[in-house]
């Protein structure tokens, strides 16, 4: 199953996003009714107004989103701080599996994150078809301020996730080798993870570094004492 997952990555090119975090579609956000809507609009008084008579303030869509999910997608802090502050759970999955600390991190919303992570997110949750974390996703999509506000969190530095990646490894495989995926190399080489964990393969982050070409992370991990 590992090397079905690692195929249909690589194969098709999606990086992932096959089971990326889906963001409501419009014929769905146009069917919501009661606390979904009023999330999806931004409509706090409104969110207040049915949480004060009683509304399950962690009802579900049809795709498993919770109403601070909803607002999550839509990046909308205040809606997002109403529903915490009325005690959203934070930790809940949706149907993919993607919790609102996971979403915010892949859409690079590191504001979102700090907020939740504040609120009771837990940054050590597993989430994802892959097993993996926040911090993981994170690290692969190279959004280097959600990594260290992660890491300051105490999200897992050395988590293997079902494809045998860790976030270390995932910023070299699924990155491109650039700046973003380099900072987050060198936030979680600062934070100490163990830059000697190797894929499913036996082989280590340097290695795969120096198979990718990407000079820059191969200077960092070597500088780090990372071994081949």
Not at 103 to 130: C, R
Request: glycine share 10%; proline share 4%.
């Amino acid at each position: 199953m590992k090397r079905f997952w690692l195929a249909l990555i690589l194969i098709l090119g999606l990086n992932g996003s096959a089971f990326a975090q889906t963001a409501p579609y419009e014929h769905e956000a146009k069917a919501y009714t009661g606390l979904l809507a009023a999330a999806d609009q931004g409509d706090i008084d409104k969110i207040k107004q049915l949480i004060a008579k009683g509304a399950d303030i962690n009802v579900r869509d049809s795709h498993g989103r919770t109403p601070v999910m909803i607002a999550a997608h839509n990046k909308d802090h205040k809606t997002a701080l109403a529903l915490m502050k009325a005690g959203a759970n934070l930790n809940l999955l949706d149907r993919e599996y993607y919790d609102v600390l996971t979403i915010s991190g892949v859409i690079a919303d590191v504001k979102m994150v700090e907020l939740a992570l504040k609120h009771g997110a837990d940054p050590k949750l597993i989430t994802s078809p892959y097993d993996g974390t926040a911090l993981i996703a994170a690290a692969h999509e190279g959004h280097d301020g959600v990594v260290r506000a992660l890491v300051k969190a105490g999200a897992p530095l050395d988590h293997v996730n079902n494809l045998n990646w860790t976030a270390v490894i995932e910023s070299i495989v699924l990155g491109d080798g650039g700046k973003r995926h380099q900072a987050c190399l060198q936030a979680l080489i600062e934070a100490g993870a163990d830059l000697n964990i190797p894929d499913g393969n036996g082989v280590t982050p340097l290695s795969l570094a120096r198979a990718h070409g990407f000079k820059e992370m191969v200077k960092m991990l070597e500088a780090a004492g990372a071994k081949p």
